[in-house]
């Protein structure tokens, strides 16, 4: 019973303060306010444009199902998809079973800081141990 009296102190004590502070209603508004912009807002965006890119496949792109099978899509007919997987299986699919349209690798730059070398370093011209001097040099006579 005694157990129970010291317990019950400190609730009758924190209900005897004054809890109805604006400041506390204000800053639990305010993180109320930054939950929704830094972890739901960006997850609702990211959902929708991953719906929208689903909505715009079309005959022709390659697509990943959210099985994590990959193929091209060879027909539509309404809300179904014929994929085909590329050894000559076609399979039908309801729409909303693509998971993402798979975009294409973009073509690399042709950049002068990308050159690459036929396995020899610039300047050298023979194979090791040989005369071979480093171009532009003369060789000792």
Known sequence: MSSLLVLGL????????KSSSPVFFILLLGLAVVVYYF?????????????????????????????????TIVAEDGDRVTVSTGNG????????????KIEPPAAPADDADHEQFEGKPPGFDGPAGSDATPAGEEPDK
């Open 89 to 100: 299986t076609e399979l039908t699919f309801i729409r909303q079973a693509i998971g993402r």
């Open 39 to 71: 972890f739901l807002r960006p997850r609702s965006q990211r959902a929708k444009q991953a719906r929208e890119q689903v909505r715009k496949a079309a005959v022709g792109d390659e697509i990943t199902t959210i099985g994590g099978l990959v193929g």
């Open 10 to 17: 400190p609730l009758a004590a924190a209900k005897s303060s």
